[in-house]
């Protein structure tokens, strides 16, 4: 149980779908992010949310809107995905952006 | 840009073997510094951090870090691995840019297998 519950866990989609990822934490956290897991690649950072404001987007491609309309819910909505964006997407949380960061179980997303 | 190296993609170990796994960081400002771990089919989960003080930090299970600030290093180390710490290892560190967003950088990890 790590405290930060994401949905759901596999997610099959066409290039021409609109699908949402979930993210959800009772750690009464401030801070909320958004990851890219690929094979043999780090770890990417996609977004952050402090306060429900965002205050990072590393570059990532407008076929990925992040929405937080809360402390403890955050969503990524996906539209006219690529291959490419196939990948493990994990959300995390953070009392503030310097401290630890707890990790939710991230969705499998398969791009046909 | 920041970045963080780890040098050992996959590590094969068998067990009571010592254990030390290498995190290179580029940038030359106050870091923040982490070892986090995932376990097969589990989420990620940190195993220490380093913040400030001794530079010799002690995490869960066993494990302990050093912050070698001239060599902008933060290795992992465990005396005696066990076959229960077959699992992705990943060093990540946070810089402080006074005042900007802090952003968590993640070095690519490396995969440990423990043989009993």
């Known amino acids: 149980e790590t405290g930060v519950t994401q949905t759901p866990r596999h997610l099959v989609m066409g290039m021409t779908n609109k699908k949402s990822l979930k993210c959800e934490q009772h750690?009464?956290?401030?801070?909320m992010y958004w990851y890219k897991q690929s094979a043999k690649k780090p770890l990417e950072l996609m977004f952050v949310y402090n306060f429900k404001e965002q205050t990072e987007n590393n570059s990532v491609p407008s076929r990925f809107s992040p929405e937080c309309p809360n402390s403890s819910h955050l969503f990524l909505h996906l539209h006219t995905l690529q291959p490419e964006d196939s990948a493990l997407y994990l959300c995390?949380?953070?009392?503030?952006?310097?401290?630890?960061?707890?990790f939710g179980d991230g969705t499998r997303l398969s791009i046909l | 840009a920041q970045s963080v190296s780890q040098h050992n993609h996959h590590v094969i170990l068998s067990e009571a073997a010592s254990l030390e796994l290498g995190c290179n960081y580029s940038?030359?400002?106050?870091?923040?510094l982490f070892w986090y771990v995932q376990y097969p089919g589990q989420h990620l989960q940190l195993l220490l951090k380093?913040?400030?003080?001794?530079?010799l930090v002690k995490g869960i299970k066993g494990f302990e870090a050093e912050f070698i600030k001239s060599k902008f290093s933060f290795n992992l180390r465990k005396p005696s691995v066990q076959w229960s710490d077959t699992a992705e290892y990943f060093c990540?560190?946070?810089?402080?840019?006074?005042?900007?967003?802090?952003?968590?950088?993640f070095g690519t990890g490396t995969l440990l297998a423990v043989q009993p």
């Open positions: 940038y030359g400002g106050t870091v923040n």
């Open positions: 380093y913040f400030s003080g001794d530079p």
């Open positions: 990540a560190v946070n810089a402080h840019y006074g005042g900007a967003t802090n952003k968590l950088i």
């Open positions: 750690l009464g956290h401030n801070a």
């Open positions: 995390a949380s953070s009392r503030d952006p310097v401290q630890p960061q707890h």
